[in-house]
């Protein structure tokens, strides 16, 4: 059986430019541990187009960790090569595995440029082409002649991408497809094919590029010695690139991989049926469940709780799902905007850390706080709501979904970890109570509510039955 697995997603995108981060994964590797966290995500480590501005999706140069003077300088935003190593190593000396974040289709900040023959497509509809071919000036060729041929030698250049978004002799912007490529069918289909996203989109069909990428990704699992990777896009990415790619990358190594993607999408039939057509065991973040709470959050006590689970993938597929509450893209003025009101948080904390399926992620910005600032208000919430999953959230699920407020469950416990079990019980409006029964372990004994929200103890009887209660808008956690 062993202890309950949570992830950290270990930054945020306002955190500052100032190269530090890998460091502070470092010192806080124990910390992590001892709260509960086995997996890290961290974010991407290769340089980006904007130096050390760069978050890292605008990605220039995969084999560039911090090593090399590119884009302005030798580290990326978050630090030094050797420092990114120290930082996974002290996170494997505390039993923490780690994930790295894979961006493969798109990138930014090409050395020089080219002429290509394109056309133009519309923005709403990319099927459609605006324009008759003509030739534009095209910023696609990356030759990376700070790195100097060490580790690849593969250069980059327009016949390795679809398209661009500039074109530097007409000084335009739109969407220029190449002449000769099309865009791949087996994307999303929003705005007609999501094949294109931003910067350069890169050609996955491409033999070169397939084989230069699975070169690298073995380069890095073996540099790195990671644990598994989180998929940046996917529904930009024709389906079966990323199977091919997890095989090459399962078959190089003895570890059990572990992957992970990102296909943002609120429809569960879509992620399913992602996941059905995947011969390979990928996860996927739960983002219809991060919709759910956006909604209840924003419901002012209108959302009826009890379909908070609807549609979601850790209702449909829990073995595949990967649950959270926010990440650096749902933050304020980021790209996909809807983060969770403050109110609702400890309420979807809950609902993801100490239920029985899904494997949960705790967003940095949550835990720390925003802007390099560690002033979360939510930390020593979140902390204690970690460590009881760690300790306590374990046994059969029973749940209490009976009221369209107030909605609480059980964990009756097991014997592999002492003292466990829990109730918790929510409310997003008034507060209330229920009659619950927690199962033999917690029977004849009396509940405390490590929250603080409820200062009274519940006393189970010996059957079991006792009556458990929460205040309005909150969260009550009762354990032994
Ligand atoms: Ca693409």
Redesign the pocket.
Known sequence: MGNNKTMMQYFEWYYPDNCTLWHKVKKEAQNLRNIGVNMVWLPPAYKGAAGIHDVGYGVYDLYDLGEFDQKGTVPTKYGLKDQYLEAIEALHRNDIQVLADVVF??KMGADETEEVIAQEVDMNDRNIAKTDPYPIIAWTKFNFYGRNNKYSDFKWNWKHF?GVDWDDKGRKNSIFKFYGKEW?KD?DTENGNF???MGI??DLNNVDVAEELERWGKWYLDLCQLDGFRLDAIK??REGFFQNWIDKMEKSTEKDLFFVGEYWNGDINVLQNYINNCEKNISLFDVPLHYNFFHASNSNGFYDMRTIFDGTLVQTSPENAVTFVDNHDTQYGQALQSEIQEWFKPHAYSLILLREAGLPCVFFGDYYGRNGNEDSTLRGFLTLLMQTRKSYAYGEQVDYFDDEHVIAWVRQGDKEHKDSGLVVIMSNAEGGSKEINVGPNLANCVLRDITGNMSENVYVDKDGNGIFYCGDGSVSIWTK
Request: proline share 0%; glycine share 0%.
């Open positions: 289709n798109q679809h791949d994307v094949d294109y996203l989109d890169v930009h990415v």
